[in-house]
């Protein structure tokens, strides 16, 4: 190109011609490189033994099933030869806990423990659910005075009763509530024993503490509930709590395992059951109405009647206050059996799991006050609640099925009750929370007869003709009354407490067999490490509040206080959070 053909070059400047080497040499050695990169990988390539990718083949692909038979192999993309596997072993090695071991340790050799003293085998509580064929359903209904309403109310009245240890006693506690007029389809039982489906699949027997017969409570038409593993008392409750959200129930009750039950059989007339707060600055502390209805010409209501009554009370507008009061919880014997607002509970965290079991209803309790929410309790009692530590002989006396007789050991009369009385009014002091708990079993018949005697010391059952299956045919035979039932029971109540308040819960070590079963734990280490988690629990409480003892609202303590407060003892002189103070 000429310079006058090359308007860009300026004046003096001479276009320089290509120089055709330096670009041949470059695009060589582009070629150059790019060959040798492929000879590499073709190299490779060829230099790798030849191996089918096998594919992953179920478990089921391998064994017959005895429906399905067996599964085709998983297609690699080659029909006519099978995926290969590396058919070199795995190397494996059992673990050791030498990890752990401390050099220059002296370890001293093991030593046992005292043997526990021997315990006797339980018997069966309830031997009519043990027969076969299984009684007829009639024999199990309670009383005619105390049956439910054929037609459910509108409410839904779901009753928790969580279980962990000694089959016995909860039984005794559901079939009182049946006997008392609890609809039994609303009753649940919680297992609560970590045995996973052991009971469900009938793996545990009678002398194993966490043994519970799934089949004999759904002869009573009561259900059951598994926690899915081994739950904290407070964790339990948060485990009702969720219960009741994922199943819709507004409001539940739920009881202790270790109470009876009884209904005001011989009451002439139904008292005003009106509840009452525990907050001396609640503006609900007395209404003008009762809610129960004029007294019944047939029978007084029901415990069942006067829960109903009470759920409704507390849930709909009354006369003269345009809502219902803010309430968590109602008492009905303390927490012995509880209605729950479970909305108001959860709107405070639920229960604190840090305070395993002894002073988490403190907690709870304090907590949901502090929040403006009443924990309620009736001028009246609905019932005859008792808290006891032993059983009846035969629990099915309680259903008053003829032929039956209630009996328990050291009950002989009025000199015994007497002297049961006087341990009560010695014995018993302040219950969980601080709470004074009064004897209410003022019903019991004090009339000296020898039939009350005939079964000191023995398990008797008498057997109807027929093998108990029309009891309206046996109508002559003796049927249990209410008065000596109630009577008996206030007897179990008061031995409860004839030593004080610190033996109260013997009755969740009588039970010492299981060995070789299931989910086997010692019976003795079991209560151990139970003790040692209540102590514990002692421990945060203090820490949280600062103080020892469920007393702390007297010291000006709120819920914003919780974990900034300083200890009012010293530790060092007074002793840790869990003893001491006012516990």
């Known amino acids: 190109m000429t310079k006058e053909q090359s308007p860009c070059l300026e004046s003096g400047q001479v276009e320089k011609a290509p120089v055709p080497l330096v670009s041949w040499l470059r695009h060589r050695a582009r070629v150059v490189i790019a060959g040798a990169l492929l000879g590499c990988i073709l190299y490779l390539g060829l230099s790798l033994p030849t191996r089918t990718v096998a594919s992953f083949t179920p478990w089921h692909a391998t064994h017959d099933t005895p429906n399905h038979g067996p599964a085709?192999?998983?297609?690699?993309g080659d029909t006519k030869t099978p995926p290969s596997i590396p058919d070199e072993p795995l190397e494996i090695y059992e673990w050791s806990p030498s990890a752990w071991d401390i050099p220059q340790i002296n370890l001293r050799a093991k030593a046992y423990k005292p043997p526990s003293?021997?315990?006797?085998?339980?018997?069966?509580?309830?031997?009519?659910?043990?027969?076969?064929?299984p009684p007829s359903r009639d024999l199990l209904r309670p009383p005619r005075a105390n049956r439910p309403p054929k037609v459910h109310v509108p409410e839904q009245t779901p009753l928790f009763i969580g279980f962990t240890r000694n089959w016995p006693q909860?039984?005794?506690?559901?079939?009182s509530y049946v006997a008392a007029g609890w609809p039994a389809e609303d009753i649940w039982v919680v297992e609560n024993t970590g045995a996973m489906d052991a009971n469900a699949r009938g793996r545990l027997t009678l002398q194993n503490p966490f043994y519970l017969n799934h089949t004999q409570l759904g002869m009573l038409g009561v259900r059951v509930i598994m926690t899915p593993t081994l739950l904290t008392f407070a964790q339990l409750q948060n485990f009702y709590l969720w219960t009741a959200l994922t199943r819709n129930y507004p409001h539940y009750f739920w009881s202790h395992q270790d109470v009876m039950v009884f209904s005001n059989e011989n009451s002439t007339a139904a008292s005003p059951l009106t509840p009452f707060s525990t907050n001396p600055k609640s503006k609900h502390t007395s209404k003008p109405n009762p809610i129960l209805p004029p007294p019944s010409t047939l029978s007084p209501p029901t415990l069942y009647t006067n829960a109903v009554l009470t759920l409704r009370y507390l849930t709909t507008p009354s006369p003269g206050y345009k809502s219902p009061p803010a309430w968590a919880h109602h008492f009905f014997a303390y927490d012995h059996l509880a209605l729950v607002n479970r909305d108001a509970v959860l709107s405070q965290g639920g229960w604190d799991t840090h305070i395993p079991f002894y002073s988490s209803d403190c907690d709870t309790y304090l907590r949901l006050r502090w929040a403006g929410l009443e924990q309620t309790e009736s001028y009246s009692a609905a019932g005859r609640i008792l808290d006891v530590g032993s059983v009846l002989g035969d629990v099915g006396a309680l259903l008053r099925i003829p032929g039956v007789r209630g009996w328990v050991e050291g009950f002989d009369g009025e000199e015994e009750e007497d002297e049961a009385e006087g341990s009560w009014k010695r014995g018993r002091g302040k219950g969980k929370g601080g709470k004074t708990r009064t004897r209410t079993g003022k019903g019991t018949s004090r009339?000296?007869?020898?039939?009350?005697?005939?079964?000191?010391?023995k398990y008797r059952v008498t057997t109807l003709?027929?093998?108990?299956?029309?009891a309206s045919t046996h109508e002559s035979l003796y049927t249990e009354s209410y008065d000596r039932l109630l009577a008996l029971a206030t007897h179990m109540q008061n031995t409860k407490y004839a030593r004080g308040n610190h033996h109260r819960n013997t009755w969740q070590v009588k039970?010492?067999?299981?060995?070789?079963?299931?989910?086997?734990?010692?019976?003795?280490?079991?209560?151990?490490?139970?003790?040692?988690?209540?102590d514990l629990g002692r421990k945060v409480f203090a820490e949280k509040w600062g103080h020892r003892g469920c007393d702390v609202e007297k010291m000006g303590v709120r819920t914003g206080d919780a974990w900034r407060l300083e200890r009012d003892w010293d530790e060092e002189t007074e002793g840790?959070?869990?003893?001491g103070g006012s516990w």
Request: aromatic share 6%; hydrophobic share 25%.
């Open 447 to 457: 009339k000296k007869t020898k039939s009350s005697n005939s079964n000191k010391g």
């Open 576 to 579: 840790g959070g869990h003893t």
């Open 511 to 534: 039970q010492r067999g299981g060995q070789g079963e299931p989910f086997y734990r010692d019976a003795d280490g079991f209560e151990t490490g139970v003790q040692m988690q209540i």
């Open 465 to 470: 003709p027929g093998g108990y299956k029309d």
């Open 72 to 76: 085709p192999i998983a297609a690699t």
């Open 170 to 175: 909860l039984l005794q506690c559901v079939v």
């Open 117 to 133: 003293d021997p315990v006797l085998p339980i018997p069966d509580p309830f031997p009519l659910l043990s027969q076969n064929p």
